[in-house]
């Protein structure tokens, strides 16, 4: 039967890269992207969220900030802004960067990129969602 190959590369790094993988759950912008072995081509916008990736019957989990994903030929490149495994996730450093961007929004009396704080927030909250969930799996 027919495999994926995957790869999750940022701006900085190769993130991720396996062969052999089953599926690969991912945040698209329209809504969650499902990817198995002959999957049509497809290039979309990615989303920030949780994406899962099955290979042999182990689970992977990662935070995904935006950028696309393209499928082709058994191929899923993911271009990531930024990417994360959920087992690398700093909870306490989550906890800080979601503190200063509240009290960036809360403190009008500083000049404040207000989207910036937002997506700081936003990104914040994700991460400290899949760090905490996943903390327990191991994955």
């Known amino acids: 039967m027919a495999k994926l190959t995957v790869e999750i590369i940022t701006g900085e790094s190769i ?17 969650s992207l499902g990817i198995l072995p002959g999957h049509a081509k497809l290039v979309s916008l990615l989303a920030s969220g949780e994406m899962k990736i099955r290979s042999e019957g182990n689970e992977e989990y990662f935070a995904v900030f935006g950028g696309f994903i393209e499928v082709m030929d058994n191929k899923v490149i993911i271009l990531a802004d930024s990417a994360e495994r959920a087992g690398e996730i700093d909870l306490e450093r989550v906890s800080q960067a979601r503190d200063s961007a509240e009290a ?36």
């Not at 403190?107 to 400290?128: F, G, N, P, S």
């Open 15 to 31: 993130v991720y890269s396996k062969e052999n993988v089953d599926l690969v759950e991912a945040p698209g912008a329209d809504g």
């Open 104 to 139: 960036a929004l809360r403190d009008r009396d500083e000049v404040v990129d207000i989207a910036e704080a937002e997506t700081a927030l936003r990104q914040a909250a994700i991460r400290e969602r899949i760090g905490q969930r996943r903390r327990g799996s191991g994955s």
